[in-house]
């Protein structure tokens, strides 16, 4: 379904399951100096609960935009966002941190941990003001680090450091995980153990997951692969065949 | 122009807050540098020129009565160059509109003319004629105070009869540049006044006529001081010699040096310390700016920019900011000496007092500043140059970091995640951390020192006028009477209790040293003039001996149980040996106290008294002075009521206005430390904050996390600096104590309360401005950035 036009992508993308979040004819325009950039131009998108979905496009398609709205860190110019009964199209600023405090998880590209406090430390930062959260050591656990607690940011790898990271978006339990490149900082094999770090809270906890890319291998263990280029959704396929972490190669 | 001249300013602009409270910093110490000792310079050149142009003489001395004929004797003295032989005398003069008598002084002058040494600067009028009788010239403090004008009359008691002066001329001298009455601390305008008369004339009214009792002289090139001084004593001595002295122990001389001093000291001392803070400041933002330019160094190197290129790049950020601080320093300065010259003005009194700034004081203080600043900053700028392109394109390596003490020790259950990042991020740079609470230190000893010198005054006010001198009123009789005249005085109205006092002038000595001072003899019951320890109890008056004041027995060498020679000055002019009993602390002065019987068993002579110490019932002062003043008896009474206005005025005056400057200037201090520790945290955590908001901290709880770093470095502070303050307030007091004022050390409560609060309350306005910005964290920014 390489060549679906855009009246079948909603077809596919009606879904029995409730959806999570809802963009209607999203935009955003950047003042640059003088210029204005045109980020997002109208972008329609549902996300259903439970999903993995792959943000796929090149650099400046609008992809991480479109994320940091979904996220609460942006409004768009025009164009309404739900989050379930949540507007985030018009919430103000105390609203977009209580969003992000109890229902988001974010994961960066440079993983931003704290570097004055350990793994464990690091998670607790999340779950000491989250309503129920696992415990650091479960989280840590979840991304097969429970025996690297006490480390400090600088005394681990870069993957582990990412895994870290998620652990501790995932503390919380979030109902939304936003993944920012996450594997973009890592060689192959840390990037999969990462991955599967990933994969494997999208299972266990149902958690709706989306994660930007320009790397098209990670598009094989989504369920949804969202096209973006230009600020605009140019495509979404549905994978079928849908791989474990282990099984991509780039 | 060029581009790195553009990267130059831009960077500066960048940094506009923090180099702006640097700027701050050193404009405060280039201020008081250049004000203070512009002010000195302006004061110095003033007094030389007057000094020299108004023939200020170099030696004096008093005698009872000298004939006219020793004056050519004094003349023949190798070294004397000019002497001037003159008859004073002092007075009563009554003041309409003023309660107490004020006293005179009246000197004389050659008929019609003006006077060889310590000639007079006529403001208005002329001098007395030749042939005219009661013309005076009176003083221009006193003329103001009181309202006289050309052409008034004032009412004098000479030698206890009432005669009327007329004012023709209004004048200035070189001898009341500070215009003390006998034994007086501080000016009094309103009840002080020096009057100059036809020498006829004055000689007449007091009995002088062909005699002479006061010298000036002046010394030829290569004269030797002492031996000139000894010769004179040697020669007036069978006159009543009181001794003579050098000008740098004339009164209005003395208190004008030791202005001088205290200009110098705070002039130096001062700025000093903020000229250091800055170049402390300096390092700090520079060594952030370098950290965060690594990748543009590499490029500038890459370029082919040499070391030193990169080096002179980075040094010129530091001599823009110093350039700056250094100009408005100056300006603040200029305004800040003309505004003590205007104050130096009521108590220092010259022909003409213009400020002027030597071009050295502003040079002098850039330069000083400049050092300071590069001293601070060579290291981040060596640190700059040096640095391999290929290394400083490449990312600083992660902060190491680790458990803190207090959680190595198992308390962290105790602390929060947010704490421990402000405790780990302390533990790990003890030395910024370090500095950042000794500067802060700093900014509250400043505040302590400044306040604490007002406490010190008003404590040394407190013990002199409550503690030891309880009188009201102290009467001084023209010559020493029997103890009858103390009766006289107990019988006049309004005198609730009169203790008599003997004062006998003499020099002391102690091997070959030796200081002139007036043994005070007082009751051993004594009530109103009493002697202190250091606890402040009252020093039992030995039956015999005689106790010094610690400097004078320093001064003197002299120790408990010695033999001290008195050689008195007044009547048969004995010499005496006596024991000391013992070395006593005061404040003000040389002083030496013998109990009144002991005094006058050591002077041979009966119930003899000087005067008398009173208490009075305040509602019948008026009838008391009017008594007092019709008594011949009587040389002067002093009110210590006036006395005590007269100097807390001058306290309030002088310090209110440096501690306001103090206070201004630590604000400084304090605002300028935190706002760039702050700004520093908050660029180079910008990052890790910005990811904490994402992961959904709000505002406050990322606040929390940089302002409670500076919280605690305050915190820190605030103790340390109440040591430090006093312990400069100690080492300021060494600097300034000196024979003739010891300040004991002594801080108040308040002083700690309100140098806290202060730099607390600027603490936290730079917190608060810090907490604007990070309020505008573009949170978006973080996630694409790696640093």
């Not at chain 1, 977009?96 to 988001?104: A, G, P």
Request: hydrophobic share 45%; aromatic share 8%.
């Amino acid at each position: 379904m390489s060549e679906t036009d855009k009246e079948d992508v909603y077809v596919l993308a009606d879904d029995s399951r409730a959806p999570v979040f809802m963009a209607e004819g999203i935009t955003k325009v950047y003042k640059m100096g003088e210029i204005e950039v045109h980020a997002l131009r109208g972008v329609d998108l549902q996300l259903y609960e439970g999903e993995f979905v792959v943000l796929l496009g090149p650099s400046g398609s609008g992809k991480s935009t479109l994320l940091n709205i979904l996220g609460g860190l942006d409004v768009p110019t025009a164009g309404t966002v739900r989050y379930r009964d949540h507007d985030l199209s018009h919430a103000d600023e105390k609203d977009l941190t209580e969003y992000r405090r109890h229902h988001v998880g974010f994961i960066f590209q440079f993983y931003n941990l704290i570097p004055s406090l350990t793994a464990r430390e690091n998670v607790a930062l999340v779950t000491e003001i989250a309503d129920d959260p696992m415990t650091p050591e479960e989280a840590l656990k979840l991304v097969d680090l429970g025996d690297r607690l006490d480390h400090f940011p600088s005394q681990l790898s870069g993957g582990q450091q990412q895994r870290v990271a998620v652990a501790r978006a995932v503390a919380k339990r979030p109902e939304v995980l936003l993944c920012d490149e996450p594997t973009g900082a890592l060689d192959i094999h840390t990037g999969v153990k990462v991955l599967e770090a990933l994969a494997r809270v999208n299972q266990e906890l149902r958690t709706t997951t989306a994660v930007i890319t320009h790397n098209a291998a990670i598009a094989a263990m989504a369920d949804r692969v969202i096209h973006i280029f230009d600020g605009r959704i140019a495509r979404i396929d549905t994978n079928q065949g849908k791989k474990s972490p282990n099984e991509l190669e780039w | 122009m060029r581009a790195i001249h553009h990267k130059l300013l831009r960077d500066l602009w960048h940094m506009r807050g923090q180099a702006l409270a640097i700027v701050l910093i050193i404009g405060a110490g280039v201020t008081l540098f250049v004000g203070q000792l512009s002010t000195l310079q302006s004061l110095t050149l003033v007094r030389d020129t007057y000094y020299s142009e108004y023939r200020f003489a170099e030696v004096f001395a008093a005698c009872k009565r000298a004939p006219a004929g020793v004056a050519d004797r004094l003349r023949a003295i190798p070294g004397a160059d000019t002497v001037d032989t003159r008859v004073t005398l002092q007075v009563m003069l009554e003041v309409p509109g003023l309660d107490e008598p004020a006293t005179g002084q009246l000197i004389s002058i050659p008929d019609g003319h003006a006077p060889a040494l310590n000639n007079l600067f006529l403001r208005t009028g002329r001098l007395p004629n030749a042939e005219s009788t009661g013309e005076v010239v009176l003083v221009e403090m006193f003329a103001t105070a009181n309202d006289y004008h050309l052409g008034d009359n004032l009412t004098a008691i000479i030698n206890g009869r009432r005669q009327q002066l007329r004012v023709v001329g209004i004048a200035l001298s070189p001898e009341y540049v500070y215009a003390l009455s006998a034994g007086a601390m501080v000016p009094d305008d309103k009840r002080f006044g020096v009057m100059w008369m036809n020498e006829r004339e004055l000689a007449a009214a007091y009995n002088m006529e062909g005699a002479f009792n006061s010298v000036s002289m002046t010394l030829g090139p290569g004269a030797s001081e002492p031996e000139v001084i000894a010769r004179v004593d040697d020669i007036l001595k069978p006159y009543g010699g009181l001794g003579a002295y050098a000008r740098k122990d004339q009164v209005s001389n003395w208190f004008l040096a030791n202005e001088f001093r205290q200009l110098q000291t705070f002039g130096v001392l001062i700025p000093m310390i903020f000229l250091g803070i800055a170049g402390f400041l300096l390092n700090v933002v520079l060594a952030r700016l370098i950290s965060t330019q690594r990748d543009q160094i590499a490029a500038l190197k890459a370029f082919g920019y040499s070391n030193l290129q990169v080096a002179i790049h980075y040094g010129q950020f530091i001599g823009l900011v110093v350039l700056v601080g250094a100009i408005i320093g100056t300006l603040c300065g200029w305004w800040m000496g003309e505004a003590m010259i205007g104050l130096y003005t009521d108590y220092y009194h010259f022909p003409i007092l213009k400020f002027f700034m030597p071009g050295w004081v502003p040079l002098a203080a850039a330069a000083f500043t400049a050092v300071a600043g590069a001293i601070g900053t060579m290291n981040a700028v060596r640190r700059a140059a040096a640095l391999p392109p290929a290394e400083a394109m490449r990312p600083e390596a992660p902060p190491t970091y680790r458990m803190t003490l207090m959680e190595r020790l198992g308390l962290q259950r105790w602390l929060s995640q947010p704490t421990r990042m402000i405790l780990r991020q302390l533990e790990r740079r003890p030395l910024k951390a370090g500095a950042s609470v000794l500067g802060l230190s700093m900014a509250v000893a400043i505040l302590v020192m400044g306040l604490a010198f007002l406490d010190i005054m008003f404590y040394v006010i407190d013990l002199q006028s409550n503690v030891m001198h309880r009188e009201d009123v102290k009467v001084g009789f023209i010559e020493p009477r029997s103890r009858d005249a103390l009766h006289e005085v107990e019988g006049l109205p309004g005198v609730i209790y009169a203790e008599p006092y003997r004062t006998v002038p003499a020099k002391v000595r102690y091997g070959h040293r030796d200081r002139r001072v007036g043994i005070q003899g007082v009751p051993s019951d004594t009530l109103l003039n009493r002697v202190l320890d250091t606890k402040l109890q009252p020093f039992p008056l030995p039956a015999d001996g005689i106790l010094l004041s610690r400097v004078l027995g320093e001064a003197l060498q002299i120790r408990p149980g010695d033999k001290l020679i008195v050689e008195v000055l007044e009547g048969p002019r004995p010499t005496r040996t006596v024991k000391v009993a013992a070395l006593v602390d005061d404040f003000m002065g040389v002083a030496a106290y013998m109990e009144i019987g002991a005094l006058n068993h050591l002077m041979r002579e009966g119930d003899v008294i000087s005067g008398a110490n009173v208490l009075t019932d305040k509602r019948h002062d008026d009838e008391l002075f009017a008594a007092l003043r019709a008594r011949p008896i009587v040389a002067g009474v002093s009110s210590k009521a006036s006395t005590i206005a007269n100097l807390r005025k001058m306290i309030e005056d002088n310090l209110m206005i440096s501690v306001g400057f103090n206070v201004l200037f630590a604000a400084i201090i304090a605002f300028g430390i935190i706002y760039n520790n702050a700004r520093i945290s908050l660029s180079e955590r910008a990052r890790e904050l910005a990811s904490l908001r994402v992961l959904g901290l709000t505002r406050a709880e990322i606040s929390f996390i940089l302002l409670g770093e500076q919280a605690i470095l305050t915190m820190l502070a605030v103790p340390f600096g109440f040591l430090l303050g006093r312990w400069m307030t100690g080492a300021m007091l060494l600097e300034l104590n000196s024979e003739v004022m010891r300040f004991p050390l002594v801080v108040n409560e308040a002083t700690y309360a309100i140098a806290a609060v202060a730099v607390i309350v600027s603490a936290t306005i730079s917190g608060l401005l810090v907490r604007e910005r990070l309020d505008k964290l573009d949170l978006v920014e973080v996630l694409k950035t790696r640093e």
